[in-house]
């Protein structure tokens, strides 16, 4: 391992998905991880109902805001908010190539226009004293410049920027939706590789295409930390093997152990008004691989089954299935 970096493992902000809930769910799972918010506009800030966006248990802590604008005055002012909120780093998009987010002008995008990007993380950093960091692609389109990359890094660190999160793939700003901008163009972690053995006084969080203990081992040999996106979610067991690996931490015992916990959460969200719909859902790829993963996905997207209300039932069910798939002892 490189470094003792806080970075060495953490979840991406993934768009619809890393919500509170599950970053909640998480956090059971890997104890030191860095998590991080969906992305939030600074207009859904600034214009819109903030607390909403901004709300998490203190219990997700380490926890990051991703914002994604591009005028400096509003992220500095999203920044104040986030750093009021308590959270513990604020992160710039420059990854994001939906054609949406291109309309605003921010996201891949920005790569081209580092200066601007710059002047986002000085305004920022001028604002907070929590860190800024930023989440980027290699590359624009087919151009696989080393050079593009290097220089856009080297500018954001004259302005302050010490972390980085290198999603290693171009983005294709056209031709490709955000899905298959995820798969398509290539996995190049080489340019991150290269960027920490260049620039070594900088952090650098490698992202993209991560799916194993194998692959985390591999990079936590060549930069400071991993970032896992949509491998984390769908087998989020995933964070407690890493967990262990990475930190040398205690992990759960067992997944009806982590059922129980978000039992106990999701009766205090249903008591606040909330449904248990909304913490559910990302807990389906809990039994990933294992016996009564089935089960447990069908259980859990069942309507007439949430509609019961009753959150205790999700660790009935955890147990349940544990149970059954233990071996019988003569």
Known sequence: MLSLSAHRLAVAPMMDWTDRHCRYFHRLLAPRAWLYSEMITTGALL????????????????????LGGSEPD??????????????????????CPSVRVQRGAFGACLMAE??????????MR???????????????????????????????????????FVHARNAWLTGLSPRENREIPPLRYDVAH??????????????GGIAT?????RELARVDGVMLGRA???NPWLLVALEAGVFGGRAPRCRAE?????????ARHVAGGGNLRQVTRHMLGLFHGQHGARTWRRTLSDPQWLDGGDPARLAELARALEAAAEPLVA
Not at 114 to 123: I, S
Not at 213 to 217: I, K
Request: charge should be negative.
């Open 47 to 66: 214009h819109g109902d903030a607390a909403r966006h901004l709300e998490f248990d203190p219990a997700e802590q380490p926890v990051a805001l991703q």
């Open 74 to 95: 509003e992220l500095a002012a999203c920044a104040r908010l986030a750093e009021r909120w308590g959270y513990a780093e604020v992160n710039l998009n420059c990854g």
């Open 114 to 123: 580092p200066e601007l990007v710059a002047d986002c993380v000085k305004a």
């Open 126 to 164: 001028d604002a907070v004293s929590i860190p800024v960091t930023v989440k980027h692609r290699i590359g624009l389109g087919r151009d696989e410049d080393y050079a593009f990359v290097r220089a856009f890094v080297e500018t954001l660190a004259r302005a302050g920027c010490r972390t980085f």
């Open 194 to 207: 290269r960027l920490k053995r260049e620039l070594p006084e900088l952090e650098i969080v490698v992202n």
């Open 213 to 217: 203990v194998g692959d985390v081992e």
């Open 232 to 234: 984390a979610y769908h």
């Open 258 to 266: 982590v059922a129980e916990a978000m039992a106990a959460y999701a």
